[in-house]
């Protein structure tokens, strides 16, 4: 296998799936706009801003690329939808365009299963890899190309950057504050590791998955925010008291490493 271009190799999924592509012995060039928080000491990174078009000319320089996976994206909110839709929509549209004119075999776009979210939650990110989807799809019909995307859900791990639903409940729990979230308590959300989507993405780069377009990532787990809150709560109490972990369900048990991970990361952090 050639050489393996990551973007977003700044964030939690493309910096530790460099990691893990590295310990496969698959050679690896990340793309960032910033500095990574993750263990990039070893990595090969080149720092550019995925929209302008003479930085996409400097991938011409990499050689013997066999594949190249997509995790860069801006997140959305009220004040900067336009930029989400600017950002996403070009980025991918210039990487879609080198890699059709450099002939790479496999280009894998890391979706979101909020692009088949109701009206309620539509929003600039949703719009965004919704037409990021029909451009891949729209190339491989146009020029015969095996191109993916991965619709993700919820991706859990032992992340350092506090933005996602278990950490943000975790602190919570350990700072004694009160839980507020957009959605419902009751609103049941599917979760998946994201060591799930690194094996996922091995397979289509080992064309274990012969079809293209969409694919959804299988999802280990669907439950309330206030079924998660009650089962970190469980936890953080073993954790404290040192009991042990007979009786875990098996949820309960997959969940109680993280836990452990961010128990320690606030335990001692001033709030």
């Known amino acids: 296998m050639g050489t393996i271009i990551v973007t977003g190799s700044s964030g939690f999924i493309g910096g530790n799936l ?11 060039v990340g793309i960032s706009r910033r500095e990574s928080p993750y263990n990039t ?3 090969n990174i080149k720092y550019m801003d995925l929209t302008v078009d003479e930085n996409i000319d400097l991938l011409y320089e990499i050689k ?3 594949a190249l996976i997509h995790c860069a994206g801006e997140s959305t909110n009220d004040s900067n939808c336009l930029n989400t839709l600017y950002f996403n929509i070009k980025s ?11 002939n790479i075999p496999k280009f894998i776009y890391l979706s979101s299963k909020k692009v088949l979210v109701d009206e309620l939650y539509f929003n600039a990110y949703s719009l965004s890899k919704k037409i990021c989807e029909d451009m891949i799809r729209y190339c491989n019909h146009k020029y015969s190309k095996n191109y993916h995307s991965l619709r993700l859900c919820n991706i859990y791990g032992k992340d350092k950057i506090i933005t996602r639903i278990i950490p943000f409940i975790m602190e919570c ?3 004694n504050k009160a839980i507020k979230t957009k959605s419902s308590l009751l609103e049941e959300i599917e979760f998946c590791s994201v060591d799930e989507v690194f094996n996922t993405i091995y397979l289509i780069l080992m064309g274990e998955f012969k079809s293209s377009d969409v694919m959804s990532i299988k999802y280990e787990f669907k439950i309330s925010i206030l079924e998660l809150k009650n089962i970190l709560l469980k936890l953080v109490s073993i954790i404290d008291n040192n009991s042990n972990l007979e009786g875990l369900s098996a949820v309960e048990y997959k969940l109680f490493p993280i836990v452990e991970f961010y128990y320690y990361l606030f335990k001692d952090k001033d709030f």
């Open 18 to 28: 460099i990691n893990f592509l590295n310990k496969k012995n698959i050679e690896t």
């Open 41 to 43: 000491n070893s990595f």
């Open 64 to 66: 013997n690329v066999s």
């Open 92 to 102: 991918t549209l210039l990487l879609l365009k080198y890699a059709i004119e450099n």
């Open 173 to 175: 729990i350990i700072s």
